[in-house]
């Protein structure tokens, strides 16, 4: 359960009072999510979410992920939408935190997705990287290439704790990626972490995106390779080329992508691999004491990083020669 910041009721009360959203009825913590710490708020005017940004949200970046919401609803895209106070600002402090409301969307994530919702998140991606294409901020990806090796060093003397050998092969796949990891490619808006936590289907529809305090301007393809490896995968640790050739063509429905792309994909399935192995690595290892929190597993992101360290191409990846 993901809340790492206690909010007492007068806290809340005062908080809420700041929006036209009527008084409190009920309010309780969000047992989904790692990041932050997230509260389904009932008021007199409905549902909304209030999130309180914990460790990994820079303040600074908040406008990013705020003006991107209503940049993206605004063309069309269904994704939360922050709600603003009476003085016009969409962001305030509650219990010492950043904090902000936004709505509440309709639907749910799926625990076993199909082929059919890898397609719907191919095509559901593209149009998220379309939208974005004049949005007019950018924010540098702190967890690309460049940010993986503090995070290594962060973990490395503890890693082979977790399963033996770790660090060396962490290592060594640092090193590989550090060393080829594509540049150039087509750059935009990514959402860069739409797991199938962060998608509600309405029944066999998807319904909207959730979760954009990832978001940043990186190669679109990356976001692909991501969202591959989140959704691709089947619980025995293949890869369901089913899966993977449905969202690719989904994507490709919308936006195809260039050749670049296209063969730099096995080396962006693999940064994208290390790149959660490693997050989920450094909070195995740190659990906040007394944080309602249910850390990820880092291995199953390690057995992803092997698969892809043995692809050659997209077509490993269900994408059509
Ligand atoms: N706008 C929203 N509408 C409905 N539910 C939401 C919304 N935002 C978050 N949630 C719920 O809260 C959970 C955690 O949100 P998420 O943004 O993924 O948290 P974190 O950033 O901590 O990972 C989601 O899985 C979902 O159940
Ligand atoms: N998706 C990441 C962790 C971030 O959690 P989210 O709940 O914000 O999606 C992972 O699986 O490691």
Known sequence: MAVYTEVTDEELTAFVAQYDVGAVLSAKGIAEGVE??????????????????????????????????????????????PVRMRGGGALGRLAGRPAA?????DGMGVKRPGVPHCGAVGEALARLHLAGADFGMRRAN??????????????????????????????????????????????????ADLFPDNVFFLGPRLSGLIDFYFACTDALAYDLAICLNAWCFEVDGSFNLTK????????????????????ALPLLCRGAALRFM???????????????????????????????????CAADYGRDA
């Open 142 to 191: 702190a967890l690309s290439v460049q940010g993986w090796r503090p995070l290594y060093e962060a973990a490395r003397e503890r890693a082979d704790t977790v399963t033996p050998g770790l660090a060396e092969a962490t290592a060594r796949a640092l090193a590989g990626l550090e060393a080829n990891w594509p540049r150039g490619l087509p750059e935009g808006v990514i959402h």
């Open 244 to 263: 993977g050739r449905a969202m690719i063509a989904g994507y490709e429905r919308v936006r195809p992508l260039t050749p670049p792309e296209a063969e």
């Open 36 to 81: 932050n710490s997230n509260y389904l708020i009932h008021t007199e005017a409905g549902f909304f979410i209030l999130t309180l940004y914990e460790k990994r949200v820079k303040e600074d970046d908040l406008p990013f992920f705020i003006g991107l919401m209503e940049h993206l609803a605004a063309k069309g895209l269904t994704c939360p939408q």
């Open 101 to 105: 409301i936004v709505t509440f969307l």
């Open 278 to 312: 490693l997050t989920r690595l450094v909070d195995w290892l740190n659990v906040p004491p007394g944080a309602l929190v249910k850390p990820k597993d880092p291995l199953e992101y390690y057995r992803k990083l092997r698969f892809h360290e043995r692809a050659t």
